[in-house]
């Protein structure tokens, strides 16, 4: 299976603040890589997919980057509502694994 | 607009099975693929699965190989998953979600609850 690591496993950042979210994969998973914010007791939420393609309605402030095998969340400025799990997942091989998440709380 | 809405929440005892509904609406059933993710408590997102809604071509996760049967029902637009053999380690809840070719998914079901307990 393709091992997701993604880092940091949470992180501490203040509503303005610039916050980097990274997941590496074990193997070449070209562009199939996607990120999922979810907020306590709901579903995840689509945010970026293909590596790099913003979802519909969501904000320009998420940005996704790829480089080989480093997959990049950035939020360019982090707002209240931000605050959440994010998690990334890839879609090339079977089964399509998620990382483990990394949880932004408010400092 | 897309919705996807669940089945309710069940408790079945270690052995048992459970089955999940996921009826979808807003788009072409067959469109879509739909994929399974399930979330045991305070842990990570973990894909299960995924079943064409076209031909119902399934793919399963290997650890639930044998124990997972991911099936749908064109007529009513219905995903349906089933896992056998429960164990307490498959308390979690459960989550459809649309799924795209490219493997990424965009509407969820708003999650089931399966709890195994004796």
């Known amino acids: 299976d393709v091992q997701m690591t993604q880092s940091p496993s949470s992180l501490s950042a203040s509503v303005g603040d610039r916050v980097t979210i990274t997941c590496r994969a074990s193997?070449?998973?070209?562009?199939?890589l996607h990120w999922y914010q979810q907020k306590p007791g709901a579903a995840p939420k689509l945010l970026i997919f293909g590596a790099s393609n913003l979802e519909t309605g969501v904000p320009s402030r998420f940005i996704g980057s790829a480089s080989g095998t480093e997959f990049t969340l950035v939020i360019s400025s982090l707002q209240p509502e931000d605050f959440a799990t994010y998690y990334c997942q890839q879609s090339d091989e079977i089964p399509y694994t998620f990382g483990q998440g990394t949880k932004v709380e408010i400092k | 607009q897309v919705q996807m809405v669940q089945s309710g929440g069940e408790v079945k005892e270690p052995g048992a099975s459970v089955k999940v509904s996921c009826k979808t609406s807003?788009?072409?059933?067959?469109?879509?693929?739909i994929t399974w993710v399930r979330q045991a408590p305070g842990q990570g997102l973990e894909w299960m699965g995924w079943i064409s809604t076209y031909n119902g071509h399934t793919f399963y996760q290997d650890k639930l190989q044998g124990r997972l049967t991911l099936t749908k029902d064109t007529s009513t637009t219905t995903g349906y998953m089933e896992l056998r053999s429960l164990r307490s380690d498959d308390t979690a809840t459960y989550y459809c979600?649309?799924?795209?070719?490219?493997?990424?998914?965009?509407?969820w079901g708003q999650g089931t609850l399966v709890t195994v307990t004796s």
């Open positions: 807003g788009y072409k059933f067959i469109d879509y693929g």
């Open positions: 193997q070449s998973i070209r562009s199939s």
């Open positions: 979600a649309r799924a795209y070719g490219e493997g990424h998914v965009d509407s």
